[in-house]
């Protein structure tokens, strides 16, 4: 094997590497004694195993606070570590209950701080998807 052979070979192994890793979910850290959550937990995430445990997501972990129907909206207060993940969340919330909830609005903010912090609103509708509202606002307890 020459050398430039070999240096294109490293080259294409580090670039595949760190596409894969760009990609792939931060793993769960144990926090607040909350572990990971249950196989199961992804598919049916308003029921009891997806209460008060760590979902994996692109750029960190987030946990279901709280959640509430009103006739056909679904409102979702979630914990999220980064509040990037909070599209990937609300996602998550309209592929697994888009035939029930006409509107769903997750509410995700980063870990307990005192006083106001910044949460990231995602309103999502059948018929127009997808929206984001960032404001300050003071934190649910946890």
Known sequence: M????LIRTAVVAVLGFSASC??????????HGVVSCP?????ALLGVDALQCWF???????????????????????EAYDLRD?????ARFAANQ????????????????SGATRIRRVRWTREH????????????DQ
């Open 56 to 78: 994996p997501a692109r750029h960190a972990q987030w946990r279901t606070l709280s959640h509430e129907s009103h006739y056909d909206v679904l409102v979702v207060k979630v």
């Open 129 to 140: 998807g997808s929206e984001t509202f960032d404001f300050v606002g003071s934190a649910v």
């Open 22 to 31: 760009a990609s792939a979910p931060k793993p769960i850290v144990d926090s």
């Open 39 to 43: 196989a199961g937990a992804g598919e």
């Open 2 to 5: 020459t050398e430039s052979t």
């Open 98 to 113: 888009r035939d029930t909830f006409s509107e769903i609005m997750v509410y995700a903010q980063p870990p307990r701080r």
């Open 86 to 90: 909070a599209e990937e969340i609300a």
